[in-house]
């Protein structure tokens, strides 16, 4: 529903009895802007005709996010939430159709509190994975934390989709390492895991963000990190793979620390404390897709990927391997299904600048060409590399219809789908945190 300007006023006064008025940016506060395009990775979803909030919100402590969403229900003005802005869709923070909502931007909210001797972290939502890296490996240097390679992504979104990275064969996802977490649900109480239940517990870690509650914070498992030196890696590539003839000079000793600043700048020389940095630039859209890959692509067919990218400019594909740890968990352990038998995550990528938001053509080209070589039935998908193409939902009598999430919502969660969808039914039967992919509640009446 689009609530009259009247109550959009409501919603602001209600605001600004509970919340410190420096930290609730409207249209007509100088800062708006640049508050709104703090985290803003995409120039695509900034534009004259983007939806923007009625207001941001920056939340201090836990009892400014109760208040946000306490007012939002009184007022019936929804909000979505946002830590790092890095949603491919942009739907932590604009609209795909013209809605009035609220961002509660996490982005204060972003302590890394480490206990070295229990080897866990509780972490804030609105920490950067960087943030998350460094504060762990300076409290710890013989801790790591297994989560995705861009350093500005945010804890809580990524948490919130699963978390894929380099670690990922030997300790699984972000989410098979989260032991507890806080979370404000749809009436604005504050939960921990015990409070919220198995239910809940279980559909925030993997679930997809936006739909079950405000994550604040989480509580992560660390393990030591062993991968070896150069004399053990050269031994073992001469004898798995001679073919290669790789030697000690392609090799490189670093921390793990190092190596997430390596990995995502590759250059050396660039320092740890570039983690620390959250500034994001508007200079290149985006848009991206994903599969999962069961049977191991024939080279003839490789043969055929590639002139995609000779024909179609700027673009890449990620292949992200799976198996080990990851493939090692039930598919329904947590929300993210991809487990038992899938080869590698292939994420596409199209890169362009200008000012068209249009994405090139080749990239739904490429992804209709893939059809036949990669998982079926339904076709898998990353809800961390959110894609609207793949489906939106409806609203049917003010709430979302659950066939219709059914079209995206198996493609990103197979067989779990269901479940989350009863989850979110015993959680938010009203369907208060909603955007174009959120899990629409599944509730029999009797
Ligand atoms: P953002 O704030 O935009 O939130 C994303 C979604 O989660 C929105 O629906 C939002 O409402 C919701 N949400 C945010 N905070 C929440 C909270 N506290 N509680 C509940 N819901 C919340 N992924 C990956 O697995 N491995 C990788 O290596 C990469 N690499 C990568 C690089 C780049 C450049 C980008 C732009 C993205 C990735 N990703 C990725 C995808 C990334 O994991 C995904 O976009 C995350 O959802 C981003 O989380 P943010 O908090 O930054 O996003």
């Known amino acids: 529903s689009v609530p009259s300007l009247a109550a959009s006023g409501e919603f602001l006064q209600c605001l600004s ?8 940016f409207t249209p007509s506060s100088p800062s708006f802007t640049s508050v709104l395009v703090s985290s803003i990775r995409n120039p695509k979803f900034f534009t004259p005709t983007t939806v923007r909030p009625l207001c941001i919100v920056t939340p201090t402590n836990a009892t400014h996010v109760q208040a946000a969403v306490l007012c939002g229900r009184r007022h019936d003005v929804r909000v979505r939430v946002r830590s790092g802005g890095h949603d491919y869709e942009g739907l932590s923070y ?59 992504i945010g804890v809580g979104g990524h948490f919130s989709g699963g978390g894929m990275g380099m670690m990922m064969r030997k300790y699984g996802f972000s989410v098979d390492n989260v032991l507890d977490a806080t979370l404000v649900d749809a009436t604005g109480r504050l939960l921990d895991k015990k409070a919220m239940g198995r239910d809940l517990f279980w559909a925030i870690r993997g679930g997809g963000g936006g739909s079950f509650g405000i994550v604040l914070s989480w509580k992560a498992l660390f393990q030591s990190l062993y991968l070896g030196n150069c004399s053990d890696l050269v031994r073992t590539m001469s004898s798995q793979f001679p073919e290669l003839g ?45 599969d999962y890959v069961k049977q191991a692509i024939t080279e003839a067919s490789w043969e055929k990927i590639f002139p995609w990218f000779n024909n179609a400019g700027a673009g890449i594909i990620i292949l992200e391997p799976h198996g080990g740890r990851v493939g090692s968990i039930a598919d329904a352990e947590t929300p ?6 899938v080869l590698y995550n292939i994420q596409y990528v199209a890169f362009w600048t200008g000012n068209g938001t249009d994405s090139p053509n080749w990239i739904r080209g490429l992804y209709d060409f893939m059809e036949p070589l990669v998982s079926k039935t339904p076709r898998g998908a990353y809800v961390n590399y959110r894609d609207l193409d793949i489906g939106e939902n409806t609203v049917i009598g003010g709430v979302t219809s659950y066939e219709t999430g059914k079209v995206w919502g198996e493609q ?31 509730v029999w009446r009797m």
């Open 336 to 341: 993210y299904p991809h487990r038992s038998g």
């Open 412 to 442: 990103y969660f197979g067989g779990n789908f269901k479940r989350l969808a009863i989850t979110k039914g015993k959680v938010d039967a009203d369907d208060y945190f909603r955007n174009e992919q959120s899990v629409p509640p599944l």
């Open 246 to 290: 790789m030697t000690r000079a392609d090799c490189r000793e670093m921390s793990w620390l190092q190596s997430t600043v390596y990995i995502n700048s590759g250059d050396a020389n660039t320092t740890v404390e570039t983690l620390l940095n959250r500034t994001t630039s508007l200079n290149t859209f985006t848009k991206n897709k994903s």
């Open 17 to 24: 009895g509970n919340i410190p008025s420096q930290l609730v």
């Open 94 to 152: 604009r609209s795909e159709r013209p809605e009035t909502f609220a961002v509660v931007d996490l982005a204060n909210l972003r302590a890394v509190r480490v206990n070295r001797r229990a080897a866990t972290a509780w972490v804030d939502s609105g920490a950067t994975l960087g943030e998350l890296y460094y504060t762990v490996a300076k409290a710890a240097p013989g801790l790591a934390f297994p989560a995705g390679v861009c350093p500005t």
